[in-house]
């Protein structure tokens, strides 16, 4: 009875994007190279089924292998390096008509969403905190705080514990060494002074609702304020993937990488149609 290969394996196309960058972190050391492509597409049927890694499919090779590597790949910001390239590459333009605005301006929206953890995620090495777990009454909860250009894909994630404020989120996904947007979209949870000045002295636009406590009102343009969208629409397509939807992993490196992968899957996709 003959087999077929899992569903949804990467294109020709798409192995191009990932097979440079693979090649160049790789340091020689006289073996034979492994099969990087089918290492590649395992680790996104893990991502996208969720399945527990002694769970892969015989196809991509042995789970111990696959696994090894995918952790070499993201201690070494194989991920990180991938999605700032996509960013910084110009191949999206990133640009929308700001009516408004009276001219055209750069897009980011920003925000953060709460992840449920698996009870057997915990346990890791330096103890939960330090590996991005929060305790809530449900049980462990991981915050992924995202930041998406004007077409809704993802340009920087960063995870926190989940009881953490959205303030500290913002100091990390909003580096000033990706492009600079125009005008930076956000929900009330953003609603301080010190991040309005900050955005302030780097010349973007702050479309921040504010909060009811706040005594200097602040208004919103809620026509451009609708575009905010783009950011909860990106957090519903990266729940797609099992992996990321729910916390298996108990090193915050592991379970950030699956966000990152998925985040560039996104990427890829949109580029390719």
């Not at 953060?112 to 090495?125: E, L, N, P, Y």
Request: hydrophobic share 35%.
């Amino acid at each position: 009875m003959e087999t077929s290969l899992p569903r949804d394996l990467m294109s020709d196309d798409e192995w191009s994007l990932f097979e440079h960058f693979i090649l160049a972190i790789r340091a020689p050391n006289g073996r034979k190279p492994a099969n990087h492509r089918l290492v590649l597409d395992g680790i996104f049927w893990i991502a996208r089924t969720g399945s527990p890694w002694r769970d892969l499919p015989e196809d991509f090779g042995k789970w111990s292998s696959v696994y090894r590597q995918f952790r070499r790949w993201t201690l070494a910001g194989l991920w990180e390096d991938i999605l700032e390239a996509l960013n910084q590459s110009g191949t999206v333009p990133d640009a929308l008509q700001m009516i408004p605005l009276g001219g055209k301006a750069a897009c980011r929206a920003a925000d953060s969403t709460v992840i449920r953890a698996h009870h057997q995620a915990a346990g890791g090495k330096r103890g939960t905190p330090r590996q991005g777990f929060g305790r809530s009454r449900g049980g462990f909860t991981t915050k992924i705080h995202l930041r998406v250009n004007a077409h809704g894909l993802p340009m920087r994630t960063d995870i926190t514990p989940g009881q953490t404020s959205d303030y500290l989120g913002f100091d990390l996904v909003m580096d000033d060494n990706l492009p600079e947007p125009g005008v930076l979209l956000a929900d009330r949870g953003y609603d301080a002074d010190r991040i309005r000045k900050t955005m302030g002295e780097r010349d973007i636009l702050t479309q921040i609702p504010m909060r009811k406590t706040r005594k200097m009102r602040v208004g919103v343009d809620h026509g451009l304020y609708r575009l905010r969208n783009l950011v909860e629409r990106c957090f519903n397509k990266l729940k797609n993937a099992r992996r990321v939807a729910t916390r298996y992993d108990k090193t915050a490196e592991s379970y950030l990488g699956f966000v990152d992968v998925t985040s560039i899957r996104l990427w890829v996709r949109h580029l390719s149609t």
